[in-house]
Structures are given as C-alpha cells and as structure tokens.
C-alpha cells in the first residue's frame, strides 16, 4: 500500500471521475482491498451527471440494485401511486446524488483510504488541476481507471445543436419546473428518456395533450419496467423474460421479425405500434407511462431540428409552421452517446465499461471484484467483455451477443457466482438460486433459457452476418 507525502500524492488507484461509474468501483475495491484511491472529479461533489439532472428525473430501474454495493439505496418500497403503482420505487435525482454523497463522507473518507479531489481535472498522466486556483499536483498510481469513457451528455451541460431566434423561448429541460406555469404550449424537442420524462411531466402536472408538440427524431423500442422486479413474487416474470429474449432469437427468421417477437412476448414496447422505431437506448418505462405518452397527439417525425423560428420550424426533413407562444424544452443531449469499445483491463490501465447490458453501476463494482481477485488480464477480460451502449435496434442484439459471452464465461468461476448472490446490484442471482427448483414456473421458464442460449448465440453471428435489407 502506498501513502501521500505532500505536494505528491501516492495512491495504488487514481480514478479519473467520481461519477456512479467510478464510485461503485471505488466502493467494491474497498471492501475487497486495502487498496488506496485517488478519485479525482471536475464536479464538487461525487455522483457525476445526476449533480446536474432536471429537478423531477427519477432513475428508470428500482433504486433497491443502483449504485454503490455495499450503501443502499431507497428503502426497497412499492409504489403504491402515480404511474409506478405496484413496482419498486425510482430513486430520485436528489436521493442518488445523497447517496453517493454518504458514501464518500461516512465510508470512504473517514477511512484515510481514499482521498477526493473535488473541482480538479485529472489527465492521463496523473497530473491534478483544480478547477478553481488552477495549482497542479501529480498523484503516482499503480493503476489508472478510467471512469469517464461514458461520456454522459445532458441537457444542463450540452447546449442545443440546433439555432434558435433571439425571440423564442427555449429553455433545457431542467427549468421547466420554474418556467411551465407561464406557457400555454410546449415543444418537447427529443425522443429519449428526458424527451419522454418531459412529455409525463408535463401531463402529469395537468398539461392537456393539445398544449404539447413532441419533436421525435427517431422512435424508440423501450423495456418494459415489470420484466425488471426484484423478488420472489415478480421471479417467473423475470426468467420468462430471459427465456422469452433467446426464444425470439433462435426462432425468428430475420431482424424484422426479431423485433416483432420481442413486441409480442412483451419484452420490449413502442409509444406508437404503427412506426418502425429507429432507436434503442435501454430506456424503461411502464405501461402506465407507455399510455401517457400515447394520448399526446401532435408528434413531428421529420427528423432532427435544424433551428427553430418563432413562428417556424426548420427539421431534417422539412420546414412547419409553429406556436409563436410555445415554449421549446430541449432534450436533445445525447444521454450515453455511442463510443468504440476497449478492452477493459490493458495493462495499469482499467476502463469501465458495461460488461453486462444496461448496467453502469453493477458493472463497475464486477469489474473492481475481478481486479480484486483476479491476477491474469486474459482472465480478467475474459469474464468482462466490454458491451458498447446501444443507441439502433440492432444494438439489442450486439449487447445480448457479449453478455451471453460473459455469462458463459462467468458460470465457470464459483467464486463469481457467490460475489453475485451477494450483492445487492444483481437483484436477480440470490432469488434464482432460492427459487429455481422450487418455482415450478419459473423453473420451467428458466430451462428454456438454458436450452435456448447456445442456440441463440449461434444464430445471433448469422442474424449480424446478413445483409441489413
Ligand atoms: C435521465 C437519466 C436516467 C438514468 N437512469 C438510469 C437507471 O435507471 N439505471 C441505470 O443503470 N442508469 C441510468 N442512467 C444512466 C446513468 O447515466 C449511469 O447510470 C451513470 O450515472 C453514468 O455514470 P458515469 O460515472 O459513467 O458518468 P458521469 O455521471 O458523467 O460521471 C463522470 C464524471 O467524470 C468527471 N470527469 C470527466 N472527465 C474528467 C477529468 N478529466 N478529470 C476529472 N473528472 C472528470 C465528470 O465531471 C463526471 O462527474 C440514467 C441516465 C439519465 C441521463
């Protein structure tokens, strides 16, 4: 273990971002390590983009298995209103960030194990800039980690990429709150999950459809929030739904009707079933927020907005006219923008990514755990094959291609299998082990699974392989 001497700090771990990505592996090498860490973040405080998220954005999966491992997270509640109703309580913006917060002041700087340089920018070689004074320090490492490949984009940090007239009214979708009383009509610019937050927002707040024009580049295909439930009750539901996900692929007869077989096992769903979505994101929703969505009807899909006018908007694919009075809310940014894939362990170096689709947080910590106990780098990248967020449909199933990969490859270490059933970021493994053999129907669900994932791996090669038609 290495310790600071002054203007030099000496840490076993520099991690270059203290965002939910670097503090959920930050927090698994401490309970696995004696490890000492430098996390250094150009924000004040740790928990990244959701220091800066519009004041009503929940997470889109139960707070109970977001995070850090060993902190929880919501009191693992139900909903028992709102379009929530029945499933496990959405964290808020404010309770992630406090989160991670208590992490950082109650569990690792208490311990002298971790040091956080706030407002600094860390470069590659290790040299510290505060944001604020701009004096510098060097921290000498053992290991680098890359927290930042993500590169989150949101709409308070990215200003819109399209122009907008000095005499429209066009503001990022976190001060609609402030500003929604003054309007009569909205533009919700963006089909994403924000887009999609703004949209219930608003109508949640008492909006009619008619005040709201929806810009919708391109649709997207979403996951259904009760495949997602944690617990015994919801288990055959979620082992029906990885069934369900191989069946479709090894039975469908091209890419097209994968996604139709999706639909129809109600794996994954669209606002509009008439529109062949362009999009994938990973975005959840309910099917209460599903029908929301539905009953707004003045949605544009002539692409991507080139500049707004105030009694004209310019698009992609044409020009119309608009609301001189209406108030644009920009949901433009791009979320988790697609980037190129690295291995995750190259030498000193560690860059986090998804090994495990849709998943940050769960698979920051499995990355720190392999580290932890791991010593071979064929080893280590051979249970965390990197997995590049989607942003097309056929991402689903470049995703699905590599998490078969890791699973296979993780089902060979017992040692994974019971970190697995311990944490509290895979809501999934413990109840599979207590109910499969128990539950005749998930049981029987799971054997399809089983049967169905070499199969599926196989054919995903082939359904890739082919011509996109
Ligand atoms: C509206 C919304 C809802 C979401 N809901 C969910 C959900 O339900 N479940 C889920 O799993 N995911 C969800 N996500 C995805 C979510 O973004 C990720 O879970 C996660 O927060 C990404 O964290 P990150 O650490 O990769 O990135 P960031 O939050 O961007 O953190 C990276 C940090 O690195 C810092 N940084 C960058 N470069 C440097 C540098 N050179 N020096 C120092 N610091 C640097 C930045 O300041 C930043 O704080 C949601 C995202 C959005 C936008």
């Not at 309970?31 to 009503?56: C, K, L, Q």
């Not at 997602?228 to 990885?242: D, I, T, V």
């Not at 942003?391 to 296979?408: E, G, H």
């Amino acid at each position: 273990m290495w310790k600071s001497d002054g203007a030099v700090v000496k840490a076993d771990y520099l991690i270059q971002g203290g965002g939910a990505v670097g503090m959920a592996f930050a927090d698994q090498l401490f309970s696995d390590t004696e490890a000492t860490m430098v996390i250094v973040d150009r924000h004040d405080r740790p928990g990244g983009h959701w220091n800066d998220a519009y004041p009503f954005v929940r997470l889109h999966q139960p707070a109970s298995s977001y995070g850090v491992s060993s902190w929880p997270l919501g009191t693992g509640a139900i909903d028992q209103t709102g379009l929530n109703a029945g499933f496990h309580e959405l964290a808020s913006g404010h309770e992630v960030v406090a989160h991670f917060d208590a992490v950082m002041r109650h569990r690792f700087l208490p311990s002298g194990r971790v040091t956080f340089l706030s407002s600094s920018e860390v470069n590659d070689d290790g040299v510290v800039t505060s944001l604020l004074s701009g004096a510098q320090r060097r921290v000498e490492y053992r290991r680098f980690v890359d927290a930042t490949h993500s590169r989150m984009q949101v709409p308070a940090t990215t200003p819109p990429p399209y122009a907008v007239a000095d005499d429209v009214t066009c503001i990022p979708v976190g001060r609609l709150p402030a500003v929604a009383a003054r309007f009569d009509h909205f533009t919700v610019v963006g089909a994403g999950k924000t887009g999609m937050d703004a949209c219930i927002w608003l109508l949640q707040q008492g909006a009619d459809p008619d005040q709201i024009r929806w810009i919708v580049p391109r649709d997207s295909w979403v996951l259904r929030r009760g495949n997602f439930q944690p617990g015994a009750e919801h288990f055959a539901r979620f082992a029906k739904s990885l069934a369900d996900q191989v069946t479709a692929v090894v039975e469908c007869d091209g890419i097209d009707d994968l996604f139709l077989r999706l639909e129809a096992a109600h794996e994954l769903a669209r606002v509009d079933p008439s529109v062949t979505p362009g999009a994938y994101h990973c975005a959840i929703l309910s099917d209460g927020e599903l029908a929301e969505l539905r009953r707004i009807t003045d949605v544009v899909r002539l692409g991507r907005v080139r500049s707004i006018e105030r009694d004209q908007l310019e698009l992609e694919q044409g020009s119309i006219a608009a609301r001189a009075d209406s108030c644009y809310v920009d949901c433009s940014a791009a979320g988790i923008p697609s980037r190129p894939s690295k291995p995750i362990f190259d030498g000193p170096r560690i860059t986090l990514q998804w090994m495990r689709t849709c998943q940050p947080t769960f698979s920051a910590a499995f990355i720190a755990h392999v580290e932890a106990t791991f010593r071979d780098e064929d080893e280590k990248n051979g249970v965390c094959r990197p997995i590049a967020p989607a942003t097309v449909p056929l991402d689903w199933l470049r995703m699905l291609a590599v998490q078969l990969d890791n699973r296979r490859a993780i089902g060979t270490y017992p040692q994974l299998q019971a970190w697995l059933t311990g944490t509290r970021l895979d809501p999934f493994w413990k109840t599979a082990s207590e109910r499969i053999g128990v539950d005749k129907e998930a049981t029987a669900h799971f054997q399809r699974y089983l049967a169905n994932a070499g199969p599926a791996r196989t054919r995903i090669d082939e359904l890739l392989a082919a011509p996109v038609g």
